[in-house]
Nanobody, 124 residues
């Protein structure tokens, strides 16, 4: 009942920045947490960042701490991922996900709504 649409992906050079957006529609009142995951060929899906709709608490994977920042605009039912100091290791398909739980988890099993993904490619 929740639909997610990601945007903002593209190609950047190492050291550059990119901001991803994810707009939720449908039963948005059921959403308590909004997260970003990524997956590259041959690797499992990795939780990158998550934010509680209320009160905005965040959690990050160690690999992106200090470089990425997740935020949300509740009025627009939108979550953002600001990615700075991008490196080749950040190249992946990035997925937005939402859930109705109370825990800021980075495991994919916690989430029940997923976007189709937006590609981020970082060139060396």
């Amino acid at each position: 009942q929740v639909q997610l649409t990601e945007s903002g992906g593209g190609s950047v050079q190492a050291g550059g920045s990119l901001r991803l957006s994810c707009e939720a529609s449908g039963d948005t009142d059921s959403i308590t947490v909004m997260a970003w995951f990524r997956q590259s060929p041959g690797k499992e899906r990795e939780g990158v960042a998550v934010i509680a709709v209320v009160p905005g608490t965040t959690r990050y994977a160690d690999s992106v701490k200090g470089r990425f920042a997740v935020s949300r605009d509740n009025a627009k039912s939108t979550v953002y991922l600001q990615m700075n100091q991008l490196q080749s290791e950040d190249t992946a398909m990035y997925y937005c996900a939402t859930g109705g739980g109370r825990v800021l988890g980075l495991d994919a099993a916690r989430y029940n709504a997923w976007g189709q993904g937006t590609q981020v490619t970082v060139s060396v």
